[in-house]
């Protein structure tokens, strides 16, 4: 056999090993190719004629506007050593029309640093959040809003749906 008969050999065995490759490489079933031996090489994806192979997204449920001041219900707590920072966030919000649920308290603990709005849950939790947002925004520069910690549920009667405790960052602004 000369050079040039090996070489054709070789080129249509290559040839031959390509189409194979290609013809395994590339199903036409709608199934993915996986390189071979990984772990989803076996794994099918079947499709609904519907299927556009594009994820589709549930849009966000929209948050509700915040509601008047005399809708929303609040309790104001104390969590610094500063005399009358709680009953100073309460004549705040009660002035420009919020109701307070409950006179102001101290918090269970004190040295809080920065001021938080809670937010009570359940079924009113996207509009009490709401509410909390537009508080926090408003008067305590925009402080943390987080849903309604277990520690206070003793503390704050089920009427408030939104709790106010002052940290160390407003207590001396709000008492003068």
Known sequence: MNLGTARIIVIVALVVVGAVVLANGFPD??????PVGSPSASVSRTSSP????????????????????????????????????????E????????VSAQTAADAPSKG????TIYYRGGQDAA???????????TYFNKADVKKLDTSLEGVVPS????????????ADSLVK
């Open 50 to 89: 519907s299927d556009t192979g594009t994820p589709t997204q549930t849009p966000p449920s929209p948050t509700p506007e915040p509601q008047a001041p005399k809708d929303v219900t609040f309790m104001a707590l104390n969590g610094t050593e500063v005399t009358g920072a709680g009953a100073a966030a």
């Open 29 to 34: 079933s709608g199934e993915a190719a996986a």
């Open 127 to 137: 509009q009490n959040q709401s509410d909390a947002t537009q508080i926090a925004d």
């Open 91 to 98: 004549q705040l919000l009660t002035q420009d029309g919020y």
């Open 159 to 170: 009427t408030a749906m939104i709790v106010v405790v002052v940290g160390q960052d407003y």
């Open 112 to 115: 809080v640093a920065t001021t």
